[in-house]
T-cell receptor
């Protein structure tokens, strides 16, 4: 299994440009999430999905859109990039599982995308 | 809304010293608790997790954590740290089923040889 993959690894944008960060997982996980990591602020949840066709907002959703048309893919779209969106973005997936399954809810993270907005 | 506090932002230890990193959460119901580690330049990896049962949880690389429900705490411990433990450590909480995962702000651990 490749686990969680993200592309690109690095990206530089100009203010106002749009782009899509790709995320895919091959573990058949129901849950997928996008986080941004900024120094001193830990990981903050942007959007998450509990299954194909279902998405919801996290803590910092403004300026980002998501969709989940398949179980495997969960792209994050920046509509009009701003310098405040300069960050490292992590995608994660997790297994729902029954009851108290040992793997339930454990987050598997992708390698991250380092985004700079000029 | 649930929140997670990690009071130690930066910890510096010598090799072989004992480690304890604090994690407190604010939620009165059933919680699932996690500690993740992020080595320099890498993504987060799971160290250990608590769902139910024995409140003393053992993880990888000699780490353990104790869930104390009355104190809303889930502190991470290691009896003797190594230089290779230099990393950032994050506590995370999920409550009430999979709603939203809340991470603490992280603790940077620097181990001096």
């Amino acid at each position: 299994n490749a686990g969680v993959t993200q592309t690109p690894k690095f990206q530089v944008l100009k203010t106002g440009q749009s782009m899509t960060l790709q995320c895919a997982q091959d573990m058949n996980h129901e849950y997928m999430s996008w986080y941004r990591q900024d120094p001193g602020m830990g990981l903050r949840l942007i959007h998450y999905s509990v299954g194909a066709g279902i998405t919801d907002q996290g803590e910092v959703p403004n300026g980002y859109n998501v969709s989940r048309s398949t179980t495997e893919d969960f792209p994050l779209r920046l509509l009009s990039a701003a310098p405040s969106q300069t960050s490292v973005y992590f995608c994660a997936s997790s297994y729902k599982g029954p009851g108290t399954s040992g793997n339930r809810y454990e987050q598997f993270f992708g390698p991250g995308t380092r985004l700079t907005v000029l | 809304a649930q929140s997670v506090s990690q009071h130690n932002h930066h910890v510096i230890l010598s090799e072989a010293a004992s480690l304890e990193l604090g994690c407190n959460y604010s939620y009165g119901g059933t919680v699932n608790l996690f500690w993740y580690v992020q080595y320099p330049g890498q993504h987060l990896q799971l160290l250990l997790k608590y769902f139910s049962g024995d409140p003393l949880v053992k993880g990888i690389k000699g780490f353990e954590a104790e869930f104390i429900k009355s104190k809303f705490s889930f502190n991470l411990r290691k009896p003797s740290v190594q230089w290779s433990d230099t990393a950032e450590y994050f506590c995370a909480v999920i409550s009430g089923g999979y709603q939203k995962v809340t991470f603490g702000t992280g603790t940077k651990l620097q181990v001096i040889p």
